[in-house]
């Protein structure tokens, strides 16, 4: 059976705008021969299997739902009343059939209480915890890996008993954690590919307890967001940029990017971002996992030589950078040869194991692909697959398939820490400042959230005679 006998062809534009469940339902066979004496059977679905386990992955399922925790400590009030747009606007873009909304105080084994069971924000007298265990919250929302909003001063008060504690101020008495204490529940929550925090600030004043002084604090609205959300999930962050645009606005994430094609530009848009010079035998995508697959022929390579003003394999394919942390990003291309992987999965086919057959670390394989990329406006990079020098022959195979994985190499770290010290800290009236948030988040940033080594993209490509 010649190897075009079955040809798939996918063409949406984005990916975020593709339905994960659309590529499994759909049956498509293409046969590859494995370099052994049998053809297996490879669809989408075996596909995706390969790329999950070649492809390692530290996301975690997400939790369906929004949880909502308000801080009822009793230094709240004078918060929620000057920012009591902002408070009802964001319980609004949270609110759903399924939210559940908690209160943060004193309680250490939190309970979901109904909207309407709420302590009403504006009276005083809902605000009388007198410790402010606002760990708790953050210790649930790492745990379930749900989407969440924490509405606080971010004052951690354990216990209410004052202590002495330390600072670069000097030594003072109070009942406020200034540690960085929240640093891991944020090391943890980041760590997860493609989660997000996002932390909206609002000034308001009070009066200082000790010192009966005004001082300058923030209400914050920390937005937890994890990976895979649908695109209408998003609507706390982008209602709240929208509703509130002189709110300061901080997000963090190590993978808040798109990747997007644009095939419409190629001469020939059926060649799914191939060039017009290589013949496309058999494809395959899978957008909610990042790859596709290309079959094509060794010889159509040589081809290339005749264009005159695009030499790329594989074009069109688009880093869209919205990370407001890093800048300046390098690409770096990690190619391996799964070849002999798949004649053993063929293997595994011809006895009716496949299910239980599991893919082995491939050797790398640098010099068949290189990559190049144009840094384009708005923060648009395009990523294209040329082919190396070195790739002079299929090592006496009838074909080979390849694993292209594009990843960022590096990032400049384009840490604000001006305007964070400015609105994530606050200077008590006692001579001291409070500087958990701040500090909790830029230790994070500095240590735990390089980008390097993200992966953004695979092509699988498969080389056949």
């Given at each position: 059976?010649?190897?075009?006998?079955?040809?798939?062809?996918?063409?949406?534009?984005?990916?975020?705008?593709?339905?994960?469940?659309?590529?499994?339902?759909?049956?498509?066979?293409?046969?590859?021969?494995?370099?052994?004496?049998?053809?297996?059977?490879?669809?989408?679905?075996?596909?995706?299997?390969?790329?999950?386990?070649?492809?390692?992955?530290?996301?975690?399922?997400?939790?369906?739902?929004?949880?909502?925790?308000?801080?009822?400590?009793?230094?709240?009030?004078?918060?929620?009343?000057?920012?009591?747009?902002?408070?009802?606007?964001?319980?609004?873009?949270?609110?759903?059939?399924?939210?559940?909304?908690?209160?943060?105080?004193?309680?250490?084994?939190?309970?979901?209480?109904?909207?309407?069971?709420?302590?009403?924000p504006d009276l005083v007298s809902s605000f009388s915890d007198n410790v402010s265990k606002i760990d708790v919250p953050l210790q649930r929302i790492v745990k379930t890996n749900k989407q969440a909003i924490l509405i606080t001063d971010f004052e951690l008060i354990s216990d209410g008993i004052t202590k002495e504690q330390y600072t670069p101020q000097g030594k003072f008495k109070t009942i406020i954690n200034l540690s960085n204490w929240s640093k891991q529940f944020f090391a943890d929550w980041l760590a997860r590919d493609g989660n997000t925090l996002d932390i909206f600030a609002k000034p308001f004043t009070k009066t200082n307890s000790a010192t009966k002084t005004k001082q300058n604090q923030h209400l914050y609205f920390l937005v937890f967001t994890p990976n895979e959300l649908p695109a209408d999930a998003e609507k706390i962050v982008s209602g709240l940029k929208r509703d509130f645009p002189g709110l300061p606005h901080f997000q963090f994430s190590r993978s808040n990017f798109n990747i997007v094609t644009d095939f419409t530009k190629n001469p020939t848009p059926t060649n799914n971002g191939l060039n017009e010079y290589v013949v496309l035998h058999n494809y395959i995508e899978n957008p909610s996992e990042k790859f596709a697959y290309y079959q094509i022929n060794?010889?159509?390579?040589?081809?290339?030589?005749?264009?005159?003003?695009?030499?790329?394999?594989?074009?069109?394919?688009?880093?869209?950078?919205?990370?407001?942390?890093?800048?300046?990003?390098?690409?770096?291309?990690?190619?391996?040869?799964?070849?002999?992987?798949?004649?053993?999965?063929?293997?595994?086919?011809?006895?009716?194991?496949?299910?239980?057959?599991?893919?082995?670390?491939?050797?790398?394989?640098?010099?068949?692909?290189?990559?190049?990329?144009?840094?384009?406006?708005?923060?648009?990079?395009?990523?294209?697959?040329?082919?190396?020098?070195?790739?002079?022959?299929?090592?006496?195979?009838?074909?080979?398939?390849?694993?292209?994985?594009?990843?960022i190499a590096s990032a400049s770290l384009n840490l604000n820490e001006p305007a964070i010290d400015r609105v994530l800290r606050w200077n008590d009236a006692r001579g001291f400042w409070v500087e958990s948030l701040a500090s909790s988040l830029k230790n994070v940033v500095r240590q735990d959230l390089k980008p390097n080594k993200t992966l953004l993209y695979t092509y699988y490509i498969e080389v056949q005679k």
């Open positions: 059976m010649p190897d075009s006998a079955f040809s798939v062809q996918i063409l949406p534009r984005q990916w975020n705008s593709f339905n994960r469940v659309s590529i499994f339902a759909l049956f498509f066979f293409v046969f590859i021969f494995c370099g052994c004496d049998n053809y297996c059977l490879l669809d989408a679905n075996l596909l995706t299997s390969i790329h999950q386990q070649t492809t390692p992955n530290n996301a975690q399922p997400f939790t369906e739902g929004i949880d909502v925790y308000i801080d009822f400590s009793d230094g709240m009030h004078p918060a929620i009343q000057q920012a009591n747009a902002e408070y009802r606007q964001a319980l609004s873009l949270a609110d759903s059939p399924t939210t559940q909304y908690f209160e943060v105080g004193t309680e250490t084994n939190l309970k979901p209480k109904g909207k309407e069971q709420l302590r009403n060794f010889n159509d390579l040589g081809n290339l030589d005749q264009a005159t003003t695009d030499k790329s394999i594989l074009r069109y394919l688009y880093f869209d950078d919205n990370m407001m942390l890093y800048d300046n990003f390098q690409f770096t291309l990690e190619v391996t040869d799964l070849t002999d992987n798949l004649a053993a999965f063929c293997d595994s086919v011809a006895v009716g194991s496949e299910g239980s057959y599991k893919f082995s670390k491939a050797p790398a394989d640098n010099q068949r692909f290189e990559l190049v990329t144009n840094k384009l406006e708005n923060n648009r990079y395009e990523l294209l697959l040329y082919k190396h020098a070195n790739f002079t022959s299929l090592d006496g195979l009838p074909k080979k398939i390849y694993k292209v994985d594009i990843k």
